[in-house]
């Protein structure tokens, strides 16, 4: 079975729409945009099925097209992309992967995008305890070919308890734990898209593999998964 493609329509409604985006446009528009949003799934859903071949995948969620205004000062209704997550199995893998279609615009995204405050605190441990198998992995070249260098916010200087001058506070900074890889329209239409993605995703797991076992020990390599 061939992969499935990125329909260059998709990205030609997506910049309409960033140029019209208001309801009356949209409702007129809407029967495209269903059709669109349909393929789209199925993109979603193939490379689901390519990502459960490799990895514990636990949650598909496709996000709608329609923004939560209530608390934001763009009050455009409309999102101008098409994008998905895919959620690692629970407690036992945690992390992520992540891929917006928007033209001009997509990336795909993975690690940890908002961990919670007590595996935040254990990953700033390891790295203030022994960062020599961090750093192994997010600075080895063929690694870094595909997925460039650790992103996420950071804080100002170090967090409350962590020595500012540590060898390795430019990581313990961080406050979330992911990567990033963008790619031009011509690629996010190319019939090899999909592959490419899956290939990128699999050559996230080597910090993937190093941040799971981090997570599910204590600081003396004890499991914590009972």
């Known amino acids: 079975m061939k992969d499935l493609v990125v329909p260059k329509p998709a990205l030609t409604f997506l910049k309409t729409l960033a140029k019209n985006n208001n309801r009356d446009w949209f409702q007129e528009h809407k029967p495209k945009f269903t059709t669109l949003s349909g393929e789209m799934k199925q993109f979603f859903s193939g ?34 992309q098409f994008s998905c997550s895919y959620s690692r199995r629970g407690e036992h893998l945690r992390g992520g992967y992540y891929i ?39 600075e080895d070249a063929s690694f870094s070919k595909v997925w460039g260098k650790l992103q996420g916010e950071t804080v100002k200087t170090a967090p409350k308890g962590f020595d500012k001058e540590h060898e390795h506070i430019s990581y313990i900074r961080h406050k979330q734990f992911y990567f990033t890889r963008t790619f031009i329209d011509a690629e996010v239409c190319a019939p090899d898209f999909m592959e490419v993605v899956d290939q990128s995703f699999q050559a996230i797991r080597p910090y993937f593999n190093l941040m799971s076992d981090v997570l599910t020990t204590n600081l003396n390599g004890e499991s914590l998964l009972g």
């Open 47 to 80: 490379l689901d099925e390519k990502l459960k071949v490799h990895d514990d995948i636990e949650k598909m969620k496709i996000f709608r097209i329609y923004r939560d205004v209530r608390f934001s000062k763009d009050k455009s209704p409309y999102k101008t």
């Open 100 to 138: 917006r279609i928007a033209p001009g615009e997509t990336f795909l995204g993975a690690g940890f995008f908002n961990p919670n405050k007590e595996d935040l605190f254990r990953i700033r441990k390891e790295l203030e305890l022994d960062a020599s198998d961090f750093v192994a992995v997010v």
